[in-house]
């Protein structure tokens, strides 16, 4: 079984451009979630969504924005990028959402903004 | 509201040595534990996780984890490093509502093992 694939790998943009990050989901998992990694402020929840439904969303502005497609698949952006968005960007994918269920992370789209 | 600490941001370990990676949660409900280890340029992999079954968990790799109320601790161990243990070391608790019934994982800083021949 495939994991959790995550597109592209690496990202470089400037100040003030959008980027939009792609995740595949572990095949028949449902939920996906969002985690942001920086040096400073470590790994930070962004948004969680289930069947298409965002859940449950992450202390970050408006910038950040995702959604997720019927077939589980997910995308996240950012618009109007900013210096300090420069991260490891995180998909992480569940069969179900709850607060026991096991996470499988995928490599990751490490974003580095000019 | 739910948060972690994990003491130590660098641990330093001899090849055979016992591991000990220390964290300490707050949690206005029962929590829900994870250990996640992440290798350079990898995303995170589960260790292990405490769900209230055990006070013992044991996981993957040899690790295991005990969940300490009366401490609020959920310390991870192993009894003999080898050098592919070399990795950060993340302690996580779910940030969940008693009825929830969504992911959402609160992470602390990390811990990275250097494991020394």
């Known amino acids: 079984k495939a994991g959790v694939t995550q597109t592209p790998r690496y990202l470089i943009k400037t100040r003030g451009q959008q980027v939009t990050l792609s995740c595949s989901p572990i095949?028949?998992?449902?939920?996906v979630s969002w985690y942001q990694q920086t040096p400073g402020q470590g790994l930070q929840f962004l948004f969680e969504y289930f069947s298409e439904t965002q859940r449950n969303k992450g202390n970050f502005p408006g910038r950040f924005s995702g959604r997720q497609f019927s077939n589980s698949r997910s995308e996240m952006n950012v618009s109007t990028l900013e210096l300090g968005d420069s991260a490891l960007y995180l998909c992480?994918?569940?069969?179900?959402?709850?607060?026991?269920?096991?996470?499988?992370f995928g490599s990751g789209t490490q974003l580095s903004v000019l | 509201a739910q948060s972690v600490t994990q003491l130590g941001s660098h641990v330093s370990v001899s090849e055979g040595a016992l591991v000990l990676l220390r964290c300490n949660y707050s949690?206005?409900?029962?929590?829900?534990l994870f250990w996640y280890v992440q290798y350079p340029n990898q995303g995170l992999q589960l260790l292990l996780k405490?769900?209230?079954?055990?006070?013992l968990v044991k996981g993957i790799n040899g690790f295991e984890a005990e969940f300490k109320k009366s401490e609020t601790s959920f310390h991870l161990t192993k009894p003999s490093a080898h050098m592919s243990d070399a990795a950060e070391y993340f302690c996580a608790v779910s940030d969940h509502k008693f009825s929830g019934g969504y992911n959402k994982l609160i992470f602390g800083a990390g811990t990275r093992l250097a494991v020394h021949p």
């Open positions: 405490y769900t209230s079954a055990a006070t």
């Open positions: 949690s206005s409900v029962p929590p829900y």
């Open positions: 095949s028949g998992h449902r939920s």
């Open positions: 992480a994918s569940s069969l179900v959402a709850g607060p026991e269920e096991k996470l499988f």
